[in-house]
């Protein structure tokens, strides 16, 4: 995908130097380049909704609630937390620096594509995002992205109520769930596959049109995902091992260094599990029952790193399209976010197709996926790093209550 950027980015600003606004190159735009672009954002926005189901359901299914109800309690509560903090400092960082903003002929010429760039209507109160979450509806929820979230908290609960029910029944329907699950990550894979000429595509159509203008606040966005996973890692994850977990910070990332690289190489949560595990009984020496069941959880629900970049890439983008969001909406970014973290595949560029439903649900012009596809993957690996670091920064505090105040020498035992 980062040969894909370049390609397009470098062919699409030859093109704006060389001929640009020319009846050739619209016509290389119109008809070749644009609709290989839409076709792959259209492949992306065909999974959102099963696969936001699918991921959900498993996700929380997978907790056996009803016997480690405490350990369940603790990690979920931290998760939400956390989430919430990560989210946060992303919204936080992106609303001070505003790196989107000055990108007024962007939003001309996606309207020139046919694609209408809408304000959401600023007037919707507290209230009435609090009943919409809950769909009458769930099939029609799933069929408009506007309303995503209510199949998003109808997942959850869904998920609870699986996580509960203990019959031959549920068993085979919660393999049925996993198989489409399975099914699905193999379409991604595939769609992945597409991904370079489709982000060549779109950097093309755009760069042929506006230059190198675009690539600044690309640059200026990265600047600020980077310094928002940063600041989330080195300073919350800090304070929570120390302040939740009775561990000293320094200890702490020296133990989990091996994680965090190989998360960084694969950036996947799933791959790195074993890693993690290994990490959280040698290095840590945290209670074995506590470590499998934090990690094994967090792999599919603590993904703060996520959380934080769906946050601020659907921010940025909006910025960049000129769609205005008020307060009100920018709390549903932020719960989107955070149930979303949770709902994520732990593969990589598996938030994909949640930024795109975001976009979707605001009004942002979904060419601009796009721009985040050609840097993704190094934002990828770092976010992962991030996500794993929190699944360990989570059992450490998970374990805090379940033996001697010790962490960081492992003596003692469970309680």
Same mark, same amino acid.
């Given at each position: 995908?980062?040969?894909?950027?370049?390609?397009?980015?470098?062919?699409?600003?030859?093109?704006?130097?060389?001929?640009?606004?020319?009846?050739?190159?619209?016509?290389?735009?119109?008809?070749?380049?644009?609709?290989?672009?839409?076709?792959?954002?259209?492949?992306?926005?065909?999974?959102?909704?099963?696969?936001?189901?699918?991921?959900?359901?498993?996700?929380?299914?997978?907790?056996?609630?009803?016997?480690?109800?405490?350990?369940?309690?603790?990690?979920?509560?931290?998760?939400?937390?956390?989430?919430?903090?990560?989210?946060?400092?992303?919204?936080?960082?992106?609303?001070?620096?505003?790196?989107?903003?000055?990108?007024?002929?962007?939003?001309?010429?996606?309207?020139?594509?046919?694609?209408?760039?809408?304000?959401?209507?600023?007037?919707?109160?507290?209230?009435?995002?609090?009943?919409?979450?809950?769909?009458?509806?769930?099939?029609?929820?799933?069929?408009?992205?506007?309303?995503?979230?209510?199949?998003?908290?109808?997942?959850?609960?869904?998920?609870?109520?699986?996580?509960?029910?203990?019959?031959?029944?549920?068993?085979?329907?919660?393999?049925?769930?996993?198989?489409?699950?399975?099914?699905?990550?193999?379409?991604?894979?595939?769609?992945?596959?597409?991904?370079?000429?489709?982000?060549?595509?779109?950097?093309?159509?755009?760069?042929?049109?506006?230059?190198?203008?675009?690539?600044?606040?690309?640059?200026?966005?990265?600047?600020?995902?980077?310094?928002?996973?940063?600041?989330?890692?080195?300073?919350?994850?800090?304070?929570?091992?120390?302040?939740?977990?009775?561990?000293?910070?320094?200890?702490?990332? !020296?133990? =989990?260094?091996?994680?965090?690289? &190989? #998360?960084? /190489?694969?950036?996947?949560? +799933?791959? %790195?599990?074993?890693?993690?595990?290994?990490?959280?009984?040698?290095?840590?020496?945290?209670? !074995?029952? =506590?470590?499998?069941?934090?990690? &094994? #959880?967090? /792999?599919?629900?603590?993904? +703060?790193? %996520?959380?934080?970049?769906?946050?601020?890439?659907?921010?940025?983008?909006?910025?960049?399209?000129?769609?205005?969001?008020?307060?009100?909406?920018?709390?549903?970014?932020?719960?989107?976010?955070?149930?979303?973290?949770?709902?994520?595949?732990?593969?990589?560029?598996?938030?994909?197709?949640?930024?795109?439903?975001?976009?979707?649900?605001?009004?942002?012009?979904?060419?601009?996926?796009?721009?985040?596809?050609?840097?993704?993957?190094?934002?990828?690996?770092?976010?992962?790093?991030?996500?794993?670091?929190?699944?360990?920064?989570?059992?450490?505090?998970?374990?805090?209550?379940?033996?001697?105040?010790?962490?960081?020498?492992?003596?003692?035992?469970?309680?």
């Amino acid at each position: 995908m980062l040969i894909g950027l370049a390609v397009g980015a470098g062919a699409g600003i030859a093109v704006n130097l060389a001929a640009g606004g020319s009846p050739a190159a619209e016509w290389v735009v119109n008809n070749l380049t644009e609709p290989t672009g839409k076709i792959f954002i259209n492949l992306l926005m065909m999974l959102v909704a099963p696969l936001l189901f699918a991921a959900l359901v498993i996700g929380i299914g997978e907790i056996d609630l009803a016997q480690l109800g405490r350990l369940g309690a603790k990690m979920f509560a931290y998760t939400v937390l956390i989430s919430t903090v990560a989210v946060g400092i992303g919204i936080g960082l992106v609303n001070l620096v505003r790196p989107g903003d000055g990108a007024e002929e962007l939003v001309a010429q996606a309207n020139a594509m046919g694609d209408k760039v809408k304000a959401v209507e600023g007037g919707q109160s507290a209230v009435d995002f609090i009943v919409g979450m809950v769909p009458d509806n769930v099939l029609g929820a799933a069929g408009n992205n506007a309303r995503l979230l209510g199949l998003i908290v109808f997942s959850i609960l869904f998920g609870l109520a699986l996580a509960f029910t203990r019959t031959p029944a549920a068993d085979r329907l919660r393999e049925l769930i996993q198989g489409l699950y399975d099914v699905l990550m193999k379409l991604i894979e595939g769609i992945l596959w597409f991904a370079p000429f489709g982000v060549a595509a779109l950097l093309f159509s755009m760069t042929a049109r506006l230059g190198l203008d675009i690539l600044q606040q690309l640059g200026a966005y990265v600047a600020v995902v980077l310094a928002a996973l940063a600041l989330h890692m080195f300073g919350v994850y800090s304070l929570s091992v120390r302040l939740l977990g009775g561990m000293s910070p320094v200890s702490f990332f !020296r133990g =989990v260094k091996l994680a965090m690289v &190989t #998360a960084f /190489s694969t950036a996947s949560s +799933n791959a %790195t599990l074993p890693t993690a595990i290994k990490v959280a009984e040698e290095e840590l020496h945290l209670p !074995r029952h =506590v470590s499998r069941f934090v990690l &094994t #959880a967090g /792999s599919a629900m603590n993904q +703060n790193g %996520t959380a934080l970049f769906e946050g601020v890439t659907v921010l940025f983008l909006a910025q960049l399209f000129g769609v205005e969001l008020s307060g009100v909406q920018q709390l549903e970014v932020m719960v989107i976010c955070i149930l979303g973290g949770i709902g994520t595949a732990g593969v990589p560029a598996g938030s994909l197709p949640v930024i795109a439903m975001i976009m979707g649900l605001f009004g942002i012009p979904p060419q601009g996926l796009g721009l985040i596809l050609g840097v993704d993957r190094f934002l990828d690996m770092c976010r992962t790093s991030l996500n794993v670091v929190g699944d360990l920064a989570a059992a450490v505090y998970v374990a805090a209550g379940e033996r001697s105040p010790h962490p960081a020498t492992g003596e003692g035992g469970s309680a």
